[in-house]
């Protein structure tokens, strides 16, 4: 948040857009995919009961309809293995090749089951992202299965680097400039990943636009920018900054061109959020307990399949 912060003051001062002071921009747009989740039926969104193929069908179509989507993200590891390579066989078979699948289970399955799931995928992926847990895990699916490996979760910090490229355990390096150090930082890590051959991505949490205008300005100043970066602005009803929400359209965010990240802090959205934080008393998160509202019975285990 610091650094976002200077780069924005800095490139106000000298009247040019963030990605400028990265190295310039290499892009006016920036691919997005859609960030796809089985979920429960809430009371917070419109969304309903995503817990089946065909409902995954029809959230994607949803995505794509509103948002021009041409990358489709599922986040797996939820329904049993051979639902999840049904889901993403409907999907292809919706939307076509033109519309590239990712699969991300976050680390939930063993390795066997990692590559039986990599063998019935092969050539309907973009990439499988974070299979199984550990670089030693990912390096014995990788060894079996022909389909490019993603990870946001077994390369997060620069120690990880050197032993990942020996083992080797992946293809693709999700960056992410909220915990690898900032702006400057992911960029120098997409020129390691450059040099190392792996290709380059982006990782997402829960955002709102002062953090997808940052996203986008490196993304944007990454050359070697290989695929659509992750968001899950979407899914946010709400936002910070004044005017719009930040527009998706045809699956992209326009690069602002404006000094700084190109937004506008708004006080009263701000502090609005802010009321709804200090009403909701939750200052850590818990998926243990947020799961056991729906199944009283669950418990957390890797792997759980």
């Known amino acids: 948040p610091i650094e976002v912060a200077c780069f924005d003051l800095m490139g106000k001062a000298t009247g040019r857009p963030v990605c400028d002071l990265l190295g310039g921009r290499c892009r006016d747009r920036v ?17 309903g009961l ?26 797996g590891g939820v329904l049993p293995p051979e639902e999840e390579i049904a889901t993403m066989k409907l999907l292809r078979q919706e939307f076509g090749p033109a519309y590239k699948l990712r699969l991300d289970p976050n680390a939930i399955w063993s390795v066997e089951t990692s590559i039986r ?9 973009e990439y499988l992202e974070d299979p199984t847990w550990g670089q030693a895990g990912m390096a014995e699916v990788k060894r079996h299965v022909n389909v490019p490996l993603a990870t946001n979760m077994c390369i997060t910090r620069w120690e990880h680097v050197p032993p990942a490229i020996k083992t080797p355990c992946v293809d693709c390096v999700l960056t992410d400039p909220h915990y690898w150090g900032g702006l400057i930082a992911t960029t120098r890590l997409a ?16 955002h709102l636009g002062v953090s ?17 970066c992750d968001t899950h602005y979407p899914w946010q ?69």
């Not at 900054?241 to 009263?268: N, W």
């Open 212 to 228: 997808l205008a940052a996203m986008t300005h490196v993304a944007a100043a990454i050359p070697n920018l290989d695929h659509a």
């Open 117 to 125: 799931v990599g063998k019935a995928l092969e050539g309907l992926l």
């Open 237 to 305: 009803v709400e936002d910070v900054i004044k005017g719009e929400r930040i527009k998706i359209e045809d699956g992209s965010v326009e690069v602002p061109s404006a000094p700084g990240l190109g937004v506008e802090i708004d006080e009263d959205k701000l502090a609005a959020l802010h009321e709804n934080y200090r009403k909701a008393q939750i200052d850590r998160r818990d998926d243990v307990a947020e799961m056991r509202k729906y199944d009283p019975t669950w418990e957390p285990k890797r792997p759980r399949w």
């Open 191 to 206: 020129h390691i990943c450059q040099c190392v051959g792996w290709t380059v991505s982006m990782h997402s949490n829960n």
């Open 31 to 47: 691919p997005f995919s859609a960030y796809l989740f089985f979920k429960f039926a809430s009371d917070y969104d419109d969304w």
């Open 50 to 75: 995503v817990m089946t193929p065909e409902a995954m069908r029809e959230e994607a179509k949803r995505f794509v309809k509103t948002w021009g989507f041409k990358t489709l993200k599922v986040k």
